[in-house]
């Protein structure tokens, strides 16, 4: 069910008028409030009145995090502090800590963005919403609870940790929706299995998950596991938190980004060049709407790709192809780039592997090593060792075979790698403390 009919459906043709008039106020404003902004201007030689149509955008410069990081905290805010009803900050899985400042109207369309994401879901007013997504200064718990209340459903604000007893709570509040990153919700399944719980047996229908990258065969073991449609969220606290962009479940293929509130395009992140339609780069995002912290071609060093193909659905808004990773989470092994998701998708294929794993950067002898350890299910951990040690090389093989890079795959024993109440921690790069 669409949320809001009128704006989701808009033709492109509207889209892209109102698009236009809103990058303009948008210029004026942070011109007029924002002495960065009035000063990357200057310096691109431009006035807000040299933005005559969406074309133009690619005249504007591009804003980073370390310029969020530079400003840290409130001097990009484009309004008074008096007018700042909320802060947040990204969980800094990469660095320093960036700030964000949310006016009254910000709440209201982030509410509105991230309601339409949930009823894109499947979700209606009658579910029951168990949000484990982190409450705090993460975007991602107060956000999926600010949408799910505006779209009258039941909220249930659990919050990360105490990972049992949220496997109760699902069971004994009948949740229909959980909101949490996607490896949360494996830790959750098996938080529920350890205690007798099958969560195929539960109410639960649909999974909202997002904030980390994960691949189309982690949806599949998830929605085999729990019994439930794992559709894939996407937000960042910069321009939002989630709700940037959604998955329908018409089509379960790419995310509708709301084009009336984020305006985006997908760049060479070595060039900058803006690349054609359907191209794989770095997505930048405009945030049209925004007042507190407004962003003018904001770089999310996510690498992913826009698809302007009708759906099926009939919301006309751009869809963004899954997330193939961030661009500070690629490894270079020996020359050869590599994504954890790559080698996600060929451990997630093999019989008797769980998602659980873990990716060691070291530098032995001035080269690159890659080893991955991954935890093997009950099952498997339970047959000989000569069968454990060929399907080691088995998988070192497919990955030399489709990645180009040689790595050591290391099977380890069910539960033995630390879980993660957030974002799951992919990688360990030793090569960082030498
Ligand atoms: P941080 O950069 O500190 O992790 P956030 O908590 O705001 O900050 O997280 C935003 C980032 O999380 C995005 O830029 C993206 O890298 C990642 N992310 C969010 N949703 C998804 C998703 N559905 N798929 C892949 N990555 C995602
Ligand atoms: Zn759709």
Not at 62 to 76: I, S, V
Not at 77 to 102: C, E, M, Q, W
Not at 144 to 166: F, I, K, M, N, Y
Not at 372 to 388: N, P, S, T, Y
């Amino acid at each position: 069910m669409l949320f809001n009919i009128r704006q989701e459906t808009l033709p492109r043709e509207d889209l892209e008028a109102l698009q236009l008039r809103r990058l303009q106020d948008l210029c004026a404003r942070v011109y007029a409030n924002v002495p960065f902004y009035r000063k990357r201007f200057e310096e691109s030689g431009i006035t807000p009145a040299d933005i005559k149509s969406l074309d133009n955008l690619k005249l504007l410069p591009f804003t980073e995090k370390q310029d969020l990081r530079n400003y840290y905290p409130f001097g990009l805010f484009a309004v008074p502090r008096d007018n700042i009803v909320r802060l947040h900050a990204s969980s800094g899985t990469t660095g320093k800590a960036v700030v964000v400042g949310y006016t009254q109207r910000d709440l209201e369309t982030w509410a509105e963005v991230a309601a339409r994401s949930l009823a894109a879901a499947g979700v209606n007013h009658t579910d029951t919403v168990h949000v484990a997504y982190g409450y705090g200064l993460f975007t991602g718990g107060l956000g999926a609870h600010g949408g799910a209340e505006h779209l009258g459903a039941t909220v249930v604000p659990a919050s990360g940790g105490s990972t049992r007893r949220q496997a109760y709570l699902l069971r004994d509040f009948g949740a229909t929706a959980l909101c949490c990153t996607p490896s949360y919700a494996l830790h959750l399944w098996e938080a529920g299995q350890e205690a007798g719980i099958d969560f195929r047996d539960l109410p639960l229908r649909t999974g909202v998950f997002g904030a980390e990258p994960w691949t189309e065969e982690m949806r599949q073991d998830i929605e085999q596991k729990m019994g439930i449609n794992a559709m894939n969220i996407y937000g960042l606290s910069e321009v939002m938190g989630p709700g940037v962009a959604m998955e329908c479940l018409d089509a379960k293929c790419g995310m509708h980004l709301w084009e009336d509130h984020f305006l985006p395009e997908i760049i060479d992140p070595v060039t900058g060049e803006v690349l054609p339609a359907g191209e794989t780069g770095e997505l930048v995002i405009t945030t049209l709407t925004k007042e507190g912290i407004p962003l003018i071609r904001y770089r999310t060093r996510d690498i992913t790709s826009l698809d302007y193909t009708p759906c099926r659905c009939g919301r006309t808004h751009v869809r963004l192809t899954r997330i193939k990773g961030r661009s500070d989470d690629m490894l270079i092994i020996r020359g050869v780039n590599v994504f954890p998701q790559q080698i996600e998708s060929i451990l997630m294929e093999s019989e008797g592997l769980t998602p659980n794993y873990q990716l060691v950067v070291d530098r032995v002898h001035n080269l690159d090593t890659l080893e991955i350890q991954v935890e093997v299910d009950e099952a498997l951990f339970a047959d000989e060792i000569r069968k454990l040690q060929s399907l080691e090389g088995r998988i070192q093989k497919t990955i030399k075979e489709f990645l180009g890079v040689s790595t050591k795959v290391r099977l380890m024993e069910p539960h033995s790698l630390e879980r993660s109440e957030g974002k799951a921690k992919r990688i360990i790069d030793k090569r960082l403390e030498k």
